[in-house]
């Protein structure tokens, strides 16, 4: 291996660590209302405050991958996300546990961008949709360890030893990160000096690349982890009355989609840049459709190939979602950093939306069915908005056509 996959690799194993850490109350939702005393509903405040957080600092987050460099954002983000992961571990009531998620989603927010400047500033051009593919793969590897293997742990182990255990290790690599990343290749240039801030996130906005970016994020990445994330494990077992085994099965089958998808869908995305409008638009479409499929089945039990099939499908769709990514960098020499904060805004803004908006309607005791259509809604309105701006001439598309 080169020195430069070497070290995009030791930075994905860092976004592998915090995609455990931000996907883990997708099975640990149900023992976190038991350990809390609190219903499922108000379990969603959890993720809901770390989402928030999460998206509040997109926009910094950037500014420091352009500014202060992965290595230090990375070490950064492990030492947080550590601290939190800690803190959630020891609470005895649900305010220190939310403060905890808190600190995850705060350093989470610096993982995926520095990955992809690591990426940038190492590897040729022609590999960052393949290097962002596999930075989803390796992240689609860190929530398969949050499903059966954290169910299993959490059965056997305990809530207090498996989270102070994850956060223990997420604080001693760290230590790794600030020691063995190095920011770019030995005798190559510096950054050139950054512009003022506010000019930098107006060029980035302006760019009809973010914008396009920001609605394949919202379409595809928002259903997959509003889902495998928080709300398909309750809805399996409380409304489908599937095992909890079953349900982490399915979730992982999500997941390993997600995993298997995003290196093809990047490696075709390299060789025809031409094909990601299409790509992206199709997705969006196919997601939206299959949640609707899923909700309208009569009676409210779709048999279980169809549920498969349909977190399959979101699985495939968040994957794709990393295309917007390419699409933005491409789009915004010199600001990539920025404009990839902005497309983060698009999926984990829906993410949070869909996420409160379900958590309202079970809480008020409507059936998971009725619940999820916020989810469609947002679904359908990102398509839309997906295949209305992949129709839109671009000013860099015809360089790589």
Known sequence: MSAAWRMWALAAAFYLVAIFHRMSLGVASLDASERFGVSTSAIALLSTVQLAVYLAMQIPAGLLADRLGPRRSLTLGL????????????SPT??????????????DACMFLNVLRVAAHWLPPRRYALAAALTAACGAFGQLLSTIPLSAALSDVGWTPTFAASGVLTAVLAILAVNRLQDRPAGAA???PHAAVLPTLARAWRAPATRHGLWVHFALMAPFVTLTGLWAFPYLVEDQSLGRGTAAGL???AVLAFG????????????RPQRRGSLTSGASLVI???LAVLLAWPGGHPPIEVIAAVLCVCGMGGATSMLAFDLAREGNPGA????SGMVNLG????????????????SIHLDYRLALTPLLALAAWGAVQTVRHASLPLPWSSSRA
């Open 260 to 271: 298997v998808s995003a290196p093809v869908l990047g490696a075709l995305a390299g060789r």
């Open 251 to 253: 979730l992982a089958a």
């Open 94 to 107: 649900l305010g220190p546990a939310i403060a905890g998620r808190a600190l995850v989603g705060a350093g």
């Open 79 to 90: 030492l947080a996300m550590g601290a939190g992961e800690l803190l959630f571990a020891f």
């Open 288 to 290: 939206a459709a299959s």
């Open 347 to 362: 999926g984990f803004g829906a993410e949070i939306v869909a996420q409160s908006a379900i958590g309202l309607l079970v």
């Open 336 to 339: 990539g950093g920025s404009a």
């Open 190 to 192: 510096g950054s050139a």
